[in-house]
Each structure stands twice: as structure tokens, then as C-alpha cells.
């Protein structure tokens, strides 16, 4: 059992679109995101359906590949609980960016860090105002 799911038991872990379109242009072209970012974003059972109907036709290997990550890891219309229009790890992966100096301190050191990181940004903000 991975620490989500033994420390977050009602949690649904929802994976990063973005990276999935990404390991998909690398393995088979980039004519093959379009397609998974329509499957990933289906506003319906019906477009999700049609959208998968149509990479198995035109791709299955793709396809294949694409389900065996799990539609309700990632699909609008799959996932159990609302995304409210949140498909890529944005937030996450911006937030890692800013704390890279401080990210892997213990956690009262992360707190401090967190603390400082954000005086620091809001001061040099004002600054810039002036």
C-alpha cells in the first residue's frame, strides 16, 4: 500500500494529464495527444465514448496503452469525484519549483522555510510596486 492510501484512505488520487500527453508524444507521435486530451476532457459518456472508439479505430496501440493507465485515473467522465476543470498537476509542479531549496526539510524546518519563502516573496512583490 503506497503512503497516500495508507495516510489518506478517502483520498482519489488523480493523475497529471499533462504528463500522460507528454509519455504519449514521446511513445507514439504527436499526432496522438489530441486525441487522449479529447478522451481526458469528454464533457459525456457519449464524447468519451466516441473519442475512445475512435483511437482504438485509428491507434490501438495508443488506445491500449491509454487504458492501461486507468480511465478513471485521469477522464473527466471516469474519475469518481468532480476535477472542477483541474487535469494537470500545475499547482503541485509550480510549488515544487519555488520550494526546491526547501522542499525536503524536516517538517518544522519546511514550515519555517514555507514562512520565509513567502515574507520574502510578498516584500520583493511590494517592492516592485513602488
Known amino acids: 500500500m503506497n503512503a497516500v492510501e495508507l495516510k489518506l484512505p478517502n483520498v482519489c488520487h488523480?493523475?497529471?494529464?499533462?504528463?500522460?500527453?507528454?509519455?504519449?508524444?514521446?511513445?507514439?507521435?504527436?499526432?496522438?495527444?489530441a486525441p487522449f486530451w479529447q478522451i481526458a476532457r469528454a464533457g459525456s459518456e457519449y464524447a468519451?465514448?466516441?473519442a475512445v472508439q475512435?483511437?482504438?479505430?485509428?491507434?490501438?496501440?495508443v488506445?491500449?496503452?491509454?487504458s492501461s493507465i486507468g480511465y478513471e485515473n485521469f477522464a473527466f467522465t471516469r474519475f469518481p469525484w468532480p476535477r472542477?476543470?483541474?487535469?494537470?498537476s500545475n499547482i503541485v509542479e509550480s510549488t515544487n519549483s519555488?520550494?526546491?531549496?526547501?522542499?525536503?526539510?524536516?517538517?518544522?524546518q519546511l514550515l519555517n522555510g514555507i514562512y520565509q519563502w513567502c515574507?520574502?516573496?510578498?516584500?520583493?512583490?511590494?517592492q516592485l510596486r513602488l
Open 14 to 33: 488523480a493523475m497529471c494529464c499533462q504528463h500522460i500527453a507528454e509519455n504519449i508524444h514521446k511513445k507514439f507521435g504527436v499526432q496522438y495527444k
Open 48 to 50: 468519451f465514448d466516441n
Open 54 to 61: 475512435a483511437l482504438q479505430r485509428d491507434a490501438p496501440q
Open 63 to 66: 488506445e491500449e496503452y491509454i
Open 84 to 88: 472542477f476543470g483541474h487535469d494537470t
Open 98 to 108: 519555488a520550494w526546491r531549496d526547501i522542499r525536503e526539510l524536516p517538517p518544522l
Open 119 to 126: 515574507l520574502t516573496t510578498w516584500y520583493q512583490r511590494g
